[in-house]
C-alpha cells in the first residue's frame, strides 16, 4: 500500500541548531502514527514542515505519491490540519467565528452563517461538546478549546490530523474523550499524527509510533510491537533509566512551617481564582499541588510570597503572619521559589550567573563592602555554586543567554537551595527538561525534605505528583476538591477525577 | 552540548556585530544625507568639510563643540539610566523648562537680596527639586496606573513649553511683551575646559555607580529583567521613581548650565531638539558611557558645524538635522544584522 504521506530526507536548521536531521517520515492513511520524543527532538519542527508552516531546508514531501511543496494555504487545499500546542484561537469571537475563520462559504461577499451555524452545530454535537456555536472563546474551559480546534480541523475537511501534545492541558477524563474521538475520525479514514511524550497514551491509541531523538528518527514500531519500555528507551537512547521517586523515611515535622487559611484572591475582572484555599505543611514535609494548569495554582504560589495579596484570608510562616509581607519580607524570613516560567520570571538571562545568583541578598556582607560590590568575591561564591550544583556550559564571562533549559534550572536551584529555605515552593520544577534533569531535580528536592525543608510541589504532572508528594490536594478552579493522605494507594484515575471538579466525597479515598 | 556551544557562539557573534552597528549607522547616514544635498544642487563633501572646519577647525570651534557635547551628554547619561530600568524618559525638554522657570523666579525673587553663590546654589536646588518632580510623575502615573510614560512626557513637554510662553509673556518672569525673561543673570561663567571637566566626572562617576555599587546592580537587574528583579525581592517602584527623580536633576542641571552658562536668561523654546538629540546619542552610543561620549561628541560636533555651514554657501545649515535623523533612524534598526540576513533566521526554535 502506497503511504498518503511520505516525507524523504527533511532537514531543518535554525540559526546553528539542526532540528530535522534527515528525517524520513510515513503516514499511512487511516492510521493514528504517533510522534514521541523528548523537548527538543524536533517532533514539533516536523510537523510544522508537513503543515507548510517551515520550508525545509532539504528534503522532500510526496502526498500521494506526488512531490509537493506548499505553505499553509497549500496545507489546508491539500486537506492536512494541525492542533497547536497553544491554541491558535481569536479569544474574542464566538466558536462559530473561529470554526468558519479559515474557510467561509460567501454568496456575493456575505457570509453563508446559517449553513455554517447547522454545521458547526452538528460537530459540536457529535463531540459533545456543551456550548453553543454562539459561545465566546474566551469563556470555554482549556479542555473545550481544545474540542473546537479539532472541530475547526473537520470542519474544513482535513484527511490528515496533526495533534500536538494535545493532552497536556486535559484531565484523564478528557483525554478518554478525545481518544474516543481520536477512533472515530480514524473510522472515517482520517489520518491522524499525534504528537505526546506521555509514553502510557501513545501505546493505548497507536497503529504505528515513530521516535525522534535530537532531530533524528530513532525508531519506528509496528502496531502491537511495542511496549512503554521499548519507546523509551529509544526516546532517551540510553538502557532503561528510572525516574527517582521519593521512598525515603524521613519522618515529618509535627511542627507547621506555613498556614494558609481560607485564602481568596480575585484578578483584574473580579472573578475568583482562588477560592478559600487552606493548608499546612510541616517540616520535611512535601506537599503536592496537583490540578489542570489554570486552575489558580500560579495565583496561589503567587499569594504565598508576596507577589500578589490575597483578597481574603491569612498566611502564617513560622507562627508569624505574612499575610501583608512584602516580597523580600516573605524571602528573607526563609522561602524559596522554583517559579514556573524560569526564562520570565526565574532568571534575567541578560544579566550574568554572578547577577542572577546574588539577586535580592546583594546586601549580604559577602557580597556588599560599604555599597560596593564585591565582585571577587562573588564570583567565587558563583564558581562554588557551579560545582556544587553540576552547572554546565557556563561561558568563561559567565553570560547565561544560550545554556540549556536544564542547566537553567540548576542555577534557579542552586540559588534557592543556598539560600537554606524553610520553605520551597517548587512550581512545575521538571517541565520541559530531559530525563537527566528532572532526576537532578527531584534528587535535589528529596535532599532538601531531608534537611527538613518544607516543600510545596505544584506540578501538572500526575507521575511526578504521584511519585513524590508525601500528601496532595487537588486545586479545580481555584478551590479544592480534595486531600490525599494516602499516596502509595492513589491512582491517576481517582486523582482525575479530583482534577475534573469532583469532589473527594463523591469519589473516596483511593477510589 | 556541541549544539549548546555552537549557539553560544552564535548569540556572542550577533553581540559582536552588534556593537559595530553605530559606526555604521553614522556612515550610512551621512551617505544618504550627502545624497539629498547631491539632488538638491549642492556639493556634499564641501558640506562636510565645512561642517568639519566649523567643529574642529579651530581653537574656538572646538571650544563650541564641547559647548554643545556637554548638555547631549548630560541628558544622554539621564536618558539611559532611566532606559535601564524600563522607564523611557522623553520627557527632557520639559523637565529643562520647568527647572528654567523654577530659576528664573528664584532670580527675580532674590536675585537683589542674597550674595552670588548662595543665590546659584539657590537655583541649583529648586531646579533640580521641580525638574525631578516632573520626571517622577509620568514615571508614578506609569506603576500606579499603567498610564503609557511616552505620551504623557511628549504632552507633558507641549504643556510645560506653552506654560513658559504664556507666564514669560503675561507676567513678572519676562520681559513686556517678549517671551524672554528679563533677567540677566550676572553669575560669572565658568571656563569651558573646566566644564568639560566636571562632565567627565559625572560621567565617570556614574559609569562606576552603575557597574560597581549595590544601587547601580539593582538598577541593572530591574532593567534587564524587571519580572524577575521583583520575584528576587527587588522594590522596583521604589527604583525605577528614584532613578526617574535622579535623572530629572541631571536634565535641570543641564538646564541650569545652559541658562547660567551659555544664554544668561530663559528666552522662549531655547532647549528645542535638546531631548531628542540626547535620545540618539544614547541610542547610538548602545547606552554604554563610552558609547554615550561619542555619540554625544558626534551630535555636538554636527551642532557646532552647522555654524561653520551657514557661512559658507555650499549647502544649508538643514543638512545637520538631516544627518541627525538618519542616525537616529539606522542606529535604531540593526542595520548590520539585516544585511548579514541573521535576522530571518534568528527565528524562535522550538
Known sequence: ??????????????????????????????EVHSLVGENGAGKTTLMRILYGQYEPDEGEILIDGNEVRYNIHGAIKHGIAMVHQNFMQVEELSILENVILANMDTRAGFILRKKAETRVNELLVRFGVNAKPETIVAHLSVGERQWIEIIKAVYVGARILILDEPTAVLTPQETDKLFAIIAELKKDGTSIVFISHKLREVVAISDRVSVMRKGKMTGTFDSGNFTETDIACAMIGKQKVQLIQNNSDFSIGEEAVCEASGLWYFDDEALPVVRDFSFSIHKGEILGIGGVEGNGQSELVDLLFGMKKPSGGSIRFMGTDITDASISECRNAGIGIIPDDRIRVGLSIPSTLDENLICGIE????????????????????????????????????????????????????????????????????????????????????????????????????????SLSDRILIMYEGGCTGEVSDVASATEGSLGLLMGGIKISEVGQGA | MNQMIEKVRHIRRIQYLNSFNPIFAVLIAFLVSGLMVLLSGGSPIEAYIAIARGAFGSMSSIMSTIRFTLPLLLLAIAFTMCNKCGYFNIGQEGQMYASALTITWVQISFGNSLPVPILFLLMLVCGAVVGGLVSLLPAYLKLKFGVNEIVMGILLNYTILRLSDFLLQNTALGKPHANTSMSVFYIPSIPTPVLA????????????????????????????????????????????????????????????????????????????????????????GKQSVVGMLFGALLLGALQSGAIGLSVSASASPEIVILVRGFVMLFGTISVLQYFMHERRKTKEIS
Do not use: W
Open chain 1, 1 to 30: 500500500m502506497r503511504p498518503l504521506v511520505e516525507m524523504k530526507g527533511i532537514t531543518k536548521e535554525f540559526t546553528s541548531v539542526v532540528a530535522n536531521d534527515g528525517v524520513d517520515f510515513e503516514l499511512f492513511s487511516g
Open chain 1, 363 to 466: 546586601e549580604n556582607g559577602k557580597f556588599n563592602h560599604n555599597g560596593l560590590l564585591r565582585l571577587n568575591s562573588i564570583r567565587e561564591y558563583a564558581n562554588e555554586l557551579v560545582d556544587t550544583f553540576d552547572i554546565r556550559g557556563v561561558a568563561e564571562d559567565h553570560q547565561i543567554a544560550g545554556m540549556s533549559g536544564g542547566n537553567l534550572q540548576k542555577i534557579i536551584l542552586a540559588r534557592e537551595i543556598s539560600r537554606g529555605p524553610k520553605l520551597l515552593i517548587a512550581a512545575q520544577p521538571t517541565r520541559g527538561l530531559d530525563i537527566g534533569a528532572i532526576n537532578f531535580v527531584r534528587e535535589q528536592l528529596l535532599h532538601q525534605k531531608e534537611m527538613g525543608t518544607a516543600i510545596l510541589l505544584i506540578t501538572a504532572d500526575l507521575e511526578e505528583l504521584l
Open chain 2, 197 to 284: 571637566v566636571i562632565a567627565c566626572l559625572i560621567v565617570i562617576v556614574y559609569a562606576f555607580i552603575e557597574k560597581k555599587t549595590i544601587p547601580g546592580y539593582r538598577l541593572r537587574m530591574v532593567g534587564s529583567n524587571p519580572i524577575f528583579a521583583q520575584f528576587s525581592g527587588l522594590n522596583k517602584t521604589k527604583i525605577v521613581l528614584v532613578v526617574a527623580m535622579l535623572s530629572g536633576v541631571l536634565a535641570s542641571l543641564t538646564s541650569t548650565g545652559e541658562l547660567v552658562g551659555i544664554y544668561k536668561c530663559f528666552y522662549y523654546n531655547y532647549a528645542d531638539g535638546l531631548g531628542f538629540s540626547a535620545m540618539t546619542a544614547a541610542l547610538i
